[in-house]
């Protein structure tokens, strides 16, 4: 009788070992996707849109601008670098316990000056095909009129970026440059909207 209960007992306490087992295994796993591959993110605010709602929930390719030790942020397998017009997530410069979600504009070594709504890029002006301005902004008495920002020049290693909804974005404009180490990735997908439901699976442009 002993017998019978102690092979019951091992088989038992092996079932329950395989499933733990398997429980650590998918927790490793997605754990090293999270980090490495691709991550999920809810757009919480307006500063982008149109091309991102408050309430999308997208993707972002993490892998894309290199491999990045966690914690030191530093690269150690790179692969490629943010382009210009890009859609980056990055960890907010001011406070790194935010992320953040913007466009890439200047690259390094760019000199960037904005003249009313116009951008100039190295001194020619910048086809800001994304830029979303409210009606309001658009009247003769508009602030933007007489804005003018720079000329600076973008420091090696740093990116300038500006949400598309230039009335409604706080950005490189106002807290300057975003350094390489804090991009975590490029968006890439919504994969969720709500109410927004024709946005599901939308490619981020």
Excluded: C
């Excluded at 290199?66 to 914690?71: A, D, H, R, T």
């Excluded at 907010?92 to 890029?121: A, N």
């Excluded at 909207?193 to 939308?202: M, N, T």
Aim: glycine share 6%.
């Amino acid at each position: 009788m002993s017998a019978k209960k102690s092979r019951g007992a091992v088989k038992k306490k092996s079932t329950f070992r395989e499933y733990a087992e398997a429980a650590v295994i998918a927790v490793l796993l997605a754990l090293f996707i999270r980090t490495f591959v691709v991550q999920a993110f809810k757009i919480p605010s307006g500063s982008m849109e149109p091309t991102l709602l408050v309430g999308d929930h997208i993707l972002v390719n993490k892998f894309i601008y290199g491999i990045k030790l966690p914690v030191v942020r530093k690269t150690i397998i790179p692969i490629s670098k943010p382009s210009r017009e890009d859609v980056i997530v990055f960890i907010y410069p001011v406070d790194k316990s935010k992320d953040f979600i913007k466009r890439v504009i200047g690259l390094p070594g760019d000199t960037i000056e904005i003249v009313g709504r116009d951008i100039l890029i190295n001194g020619k002006r910048f086809p800001d095909r994304h830029a979303y301005y409210s009606e309001k902004s658009s009247s003769m008495d508009n602030p933007w009129s007489s804005y003018h920002f720079g000329p600076i020049t973008v420091p090696r290693g740093h990116f300038f970026v500006m949400g598309d909804n230039r009335d409604h974005s706080y950005d490189s404009r106002f807290w300057g440059f975003v350094p390489s180490g804090a991009i975590e990735g490029k968006a890439f997908l919504i994969y969720w909207s709500w109410p927004h439901w024709r946005r599901f699976f939308h490619v981020i442009k």
